[in-house]
């Protein structure tokens, strides 16, 4: 139980710094509650983690009436992340990288902070989640949901911003879904070993 907490605490983490080292300065997008999270800041201004809460609730219901054992192992997940990811906002530009490096480096944070939460059958958002119960009963790996729900998002973004700086987040999305992917693939950590 340590050791999942631990990791989820660092999973977090890396999903705060993907965002606000990387992903924001450039106004880049993420998919999933992450994504409506920084489009919603992006759009008036509101706190990305409060945001990810709300987005969250009607999801974590539904994930309670579905799968309750999903519903409790995401609990921690799902609150602490977006906690961590406002207490990290002092981060925002820490580190100067040129745009697409940037968009490729936080989406790898962010997946592998994502992956891991994964692994340990927890979630740091409610699409994540919901790619979890889809995958389930699909069965389907998660990574592939998630790729296609983050990509509606970025679609939403390129639309509403008509922007092509949005296309460095495809960047983004592609990461996170690659490292999800290898992440939850396998099902012991030995088969990186071997």
Avoid at 62 to 75: C, T
Wanted: glycine letters at 10%; hydrophobic letters at 55%; charged letters at 10%.
């Amino acid at each position: 139980m340590l050791k999942k907490v631990i990791t989820i605490g660092l999973a977090a983490a890396l999903i705060g710094i993907g965002i606000n080292v990387f992903i924001l300065p450039f106004q880049l997008l993420e998919g999933g509650v992450f994504g409506i999270g920084l489009l919603i800041n992006y759009l008036w201004g509101f706190k990305i983690g409060m945001t990810i809460i709300c987005v969250n609730l009607p999801i974590y219901l539904l994930a309670f009436k579905m799968e309750r054992s999903y519903f409790f192992n995401s609990l921690y997940g799902t609150l602490f992340t977006p906690i961590v990811i406002d207490l990290l906002l002092p981060l925002k530009g820490m580190i100067e990288l040129p745009i697409l490096m940037s968009a490729c480096v936080g989406g790898m944070f962010i997946g592998t902070g994502t992956g891991l939460m994964l692994r340990y059958r927890s979630s740091p958002g409610g699409i994540d989640l919901l790619a979890l119960l889809l995958s389930k009963h699909f069965s389907v790996n998660a990574g592939f949901f998630i790729f296609f729900i983050d990509s509606l998002i970025l679609t939403s973004g390129l639309l509403i911003f008509k922007d092509r700086m949005m296309i460095y987040s495809l960047f983004t999305v592609v990461s996170v879904a690659f490292l999800v992917t290898v992440l939850t693939s396998f099902r012991s950590i030995n088969a990186y070993l071997k």
